[in-house]
C-alpha cells in the first residue's frame, strides 16, 4: 500500500483513524481530526490523490469543527480493489460506508469533493446514506460528463484526435517514477494555474506521484466514459460549486453545467488564474466557503437554555 508523502509541513495528526467497510468488501482508511461533537465536515478527494490533499483544511477546520477525510479505494493508505471494483457505483457504496462508520444515525455534516471527491457526491445522491447525512454539498473543480471531450490538456483543437490523445492520457500505464523538475513542469502544466506558487506545485506533484499505478489506470478508465449528468439532477440538497478558470482537466464549462443542472445551487464561484487543484492553491477560499456552508446549514448539536441545561438543536 502507499502512504501519503512527506510535506514542507507536518500533516495533521488525526484524533482517530479507522477503516470503513464499503458494500464489496473493499477497506477505506478514513482519518477523523478534532473534536466529538462539533459541527462535521467530510472531505472526498480526487484522482490519484489521497487524505494528505486536505492537509491545508484539515488544519484550519479541525479547530472548532470535527473533520472526516477518507483515500478514495486504490488510493493512499485504501487498498486496491479488484479488476471489477472500480465504478461510479463503488465510490457512492464508499461515501455511504465512511458515512455510516463516522456520523450518528442522523447526523448531518457538509460533504465537500474534489474532482473525483464531487463525482463521489454526484454519484451517491440518490443514496439513503447522502440523503440523511448531507447538510450541503460544496463541489470543487468537477464535472459530470464529457471529461475527455471537453478537457484542454492537450493543447490542441477540439475534435476526435484530441479526444483520443487525452483518453489514452488517462489510462496511460507507464510509472510517473520519482518528482523531478520535468514532471513538476508537466502537473503545473496540466493541473494548476501559472500562477500557483512552488511549494504548492511541489506538494501537489508528491501526492500524485505517490498514487499506485494500478488505481491511477482503473480510474482513468472510469473517468473517460463518465456519465453522473442524472446524478447532478438529483442532488437535492443545498450545493455550491468552486471552479478554477484555467483549468485544463475539468474547465469551467463543466462547473457552468453542473451548477445550471443542480435543483438547489448556492452559486458558482469561478477562482481567476487557478487551475483544478483550487483546494491546495487556493486553500483560504476552499475553506472559507467551508466555513460558509457549516455555519448556513448545520445547526449546533447541542445549545444551552435559559436554565443552563443542554437541548438538542
Known sequence: ????????HPRPVPARELMAVSADGSRLHVEVHGQEGAPAVVLSHG????????????????????VVAYDQRGHGTSPAAGPDGYSTDALADDLEAVLAATLEPGEKAVLVG??????TM????????LREHAAAVLLCSTGSSRLIAESLVVPMRAGAVRTRMTR??????APLGPVTPVSRRILKYGTMGAGSAPDRVDAC???????????????GHVLADLDLDEGVRELRVPTAVIAGTEDRLTPPVHARAVAAALPDCLGLTELAGLGHMTPVEAP???TAR????????????????VDGKEEVA
Request: proline share 5%; glycine share 8%.
Open 1 to 8: 500500500m502507499s502512504r501519503p508523502p512527506r510535506s514542507a
Open 47 to 66: 484522482w490519484t490523490c489521497n487524505t494528505g490533499f486536505w492537509d491545508a483544511q484539515i488544519r484550519d477546520l479541525a479547530v472548532d469543527h470535527r
Open 114 to 119: 474534489h474532482s473525483m471527491g464531487g463525482m
Open 122 to 129: 454526484m454519484a451517491a445522491s440518490r443514496r439513503a446514506g
Open 168 to 173: 489514452a492520457i488517462l489510462g496511460a500505464r
Open 205 to 219: 506533484a508528491r501526492i500524485v506521484h505517490a498514487c499506485p499505478r494500478g488505481a491511477r489506470v482503473a480510474w
Open 284 to 286: 483560504e477560499a476552499v
Open 290 to 305: 467551508i466555513r460558509e456552508l457549516v455555519t448556513t446549514y448545520l445547526p449546533l448539536r447541542g445549545t444551552a437554555d
